[in-house]
């Protein structure tokens, strides 16, 4: 809980979010498509093999896309028996490791700090997140911010 927020229900410091994720070719390749990202590296099987990671690699903005909608899913879900709304204020990711299709992967985000805003009515989150093989180094790393309100009305 957190006694010094006036509605300590709608996000709790230290809160987890964890989610299990695989990529398919496809999925690797149809997302590259659909946000207009023709780098070869994504679709192309025959020029990933010849360059530096030897086979297709998700995309950054894949992971991160992903890895958005894990904290933006969980804090749009009911806390304390009322509605929550999110706005994701500010993410930044560092692409450490690639993404290769068909591993399982593991999305964790917890909440660091908490903070509560007047003008904004509602809590500021602050979070951390990886995203990656489970046991190994991870291939991403997230830090955000959300606003987490009640919704109006």
């Not at 946000?35 to 099987?45: C, I, K, S, V």
Request: with cysteine; charged share 20%.
């Amino acid at each position: 809980m957190n006694p010094a927020l006036p509605d300590p229900s709608l996000i709790v410091l230290g809160e987890r979010l964890e989610r299990h994720v695989r990529f398919s070719r496809d999925d690797i390749a149809d997302f590259a498509r659909l946000t207009g990202d023709d780098n070869p590296l994504h679709l192309d099987e025959q020029v990933a093999q010849r360059a530096r990671y030897g086979e297709i690699i998700a995309s950054g903005q894949q992971t991160a896309a992903v890895m958005l909608g894990l904290v933006s899913s969980h804090f749009s879900q009911p806390a304390g028996g009322a509605g929550r709304q999110v706005i994701c204020l500010n993410f930044n990711f560092a692409f450490k490791r690639p993404v290769f299709a068909d591993q399982d992967l593991l999305l964790h985000w917890h909440v660091t700090a908490i903070e509560w805003s007047e003008r904004l009515g509602g809590a500021i989150g602050h979070l951390d997140g990886t995203l990656g093989v489970k046991g190994s180094a991870p291939c991403v790393i997230g830090r955000g911010t959300v606003l987490v309100q009640r919704p109006a009305g």
